[in-house]
């Protein structure tokens, strides 16, 4: 398996559960700091790598098939937020969010396809609630995100005919997009701002990491954390002009916790 972002939150935790479990993953980041191998850490190897530079997906993906021999499940984790007004967001943080959280998993998930189309593996796309409904403040981050949306629903339909042709369709490749709430991880001192909202508090990182290995075991699609905020995502969807009025009533829907 490998994860990339495992260097911190949510993919360092969903590698040492996925590792505790027997699983040999390997993990990339750009802080080799963050990646411990064993005996001392839960990675097999290390990948550091900036997945913003062009061609570091490809070379990711190369040396995680150089130290496994193929790959089953690619969780593409590494991503960063930036929280503010649109119209005062400097335009190379507007690149940097595309870069990192919709142009890096493109390329992984690019170059990572013929693997998981050998294993029938899994691709899994960690998005954001903001992908799936607009949230103020954070409209670049949400546009990326939004973006993982359109390469999960398109793979699906690609590969559900293109997958190992001798195979059941249980083995042909599935592709998960996880769309978490705000999570207690270093993301938030890592962006622009802090966390703000006084409610909901961030989940505990392991709840998100449970719920991915578990979307990992089921070969689950679609997974919204914590469950109730799928209400929201189908308010959205069926009754966007109501979303809209809830989103902008100052104590409801725009307090949505975001990430
Ligand atoms: N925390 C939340 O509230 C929340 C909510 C919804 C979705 N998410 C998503 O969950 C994913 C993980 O976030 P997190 O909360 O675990 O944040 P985090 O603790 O800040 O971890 C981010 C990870 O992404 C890696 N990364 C960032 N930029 C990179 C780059 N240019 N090249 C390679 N790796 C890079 C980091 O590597 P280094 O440490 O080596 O820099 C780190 O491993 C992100 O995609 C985020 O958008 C987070």
Same mark, same amino acid.
Request: with cysteine; net charge positive.
């Given at each position: 398996?490998?994860?990339?972002?495992?260097? =911190?939150?949510?993919?360092?935790?969903?590698?040492?559960? *996925?590792?505790?479990?027997?699983?040999?993953?390997?993990?990339?980041?750009?802080?080799?700091?963050?990646?411990?191998?064993?005996?001392?850490?839960?990675?097999?190897?290390?990948? +550091? /790598?900036?997945?913003?530079?062009?061609? =570091?997906? !490809?070379?990711?993906?190369?040396?995680?098939?150089?130290?496994?021999?193929?790959?089953?499940?690619?969780?593409?984790?590494?991503?960063?937020?930036?929280? @503010?007004?649109?119209?005062?967001?400097?335009?190379?943080?507007?690149?940097?969010?595309?870069?990192?959280?919709?142009?890096?998993?493109?390329?992984? !998930?690019?170059?990572?396809?013929?693997?998981? *189309?050998?294993?029938? @593996?899994?691709?899994?796309?960690?998005?954001?609630?903001?992908?799936?409904?607009?949230?103020?403040?954070?409209?670049?981050?949400?546009? /990326?995100?939004?973006?993982?949306?359109?390469?999960?629903?398109?793979?699906?339909?690609?590969?559900?005919?293109?997958?190992?042709?001798? !195979?059941?369709?249980?083995?042909?490749?599935?592709?998960?997009?996880?769309?978490?709430?705000? +999570?207690?991880?270093?993301?938030?001192?890592?962006?622009?701002?802090?966390?703000?909202?006084?409610?909901?508090?961030?989940?505990?990182?392991?709840?998100?990491?449970?719920?991915?290995?578990?979307?990992?075991?089921?070969?689950?699609?679609?997974?919204?954390?914590?469950?109730?905020?799928?209400?929201?995502?189908?308010?959205?969807?069926?009754?966007?002009?109501?979303?809209?009025?809830?989103?902008?009533?100052?104590?409801?829907?725009?307090?949505?916790?975001?990430?």
């Amino acid at each position: 398996m490998l994860v990339t972002g495992a260097s =911190s939150g949510i993919g360092a935790a969903v590698s040492v559960l *996925l590792a505790s479990r027997g699983c040999r993953v390997v993990g990339s980041g750009r802080r080799a700091e963050g990646l411990t191998v064993a005996p001392d850490g839960s990675l097999e190897a290390a990948v +550091v /790598a900036d997945l913003t530079e062009p061609g =570091s997906a !490809a070379g990711v993906v190369e040396k995680a098939v150089a130290t496994l021999g193929g790959l089953d499940v690619v969780v593409s984790c590494a991503g960063a937020g930036w929280e @503010g007004a649109f119209t005062t967001m400097p335009p190379a943080e507007i690149d940097n969010l595309l870069d990192i959280n919709l142009r890096a998993p493109l390329h992984l !998930a690019h170059a990572a396809a013929p693997h998981l *189309l050998a294993s029938g @593996g899994q691709l899994v796309l960690v998005g954001s609630i903001a992908g799936l409904v607009g949230v103020p403040k954070e409209v670049a981050y949400g546009t /990326a995100k939004a973006g993982l949306r359109g390469l999960a629903d398109g793979l699906r339909i690609e590969w559900s005919s293109q997958g190992n042709p001798s !195979a059941s369709s249980s083995a042909r490749p599935t592709v998960t997009l996880v769309s978490p709430g705000a +999570v207690a991880t270093p993301f938030f001192s890592r962006r622009n701002r802090p966390y703000s909202h006084s409610w909901p508090h961030p989940m505990p990182v392991t709840k998100v990491a449970r719920r991915i290995v578990r979307a990992i075991d089921r070969r689950q699609e679609d997974v919204v954390v914590p469950a109730w905020l799928g209400l929201a995502v189908r308010l959205n969807g069926g009754l966007p002009g109501l979303y809209r009025a809830l989103a902008t009533f100052p104590w409801h829907i725009q307090r949505l916790p975001s990430g």
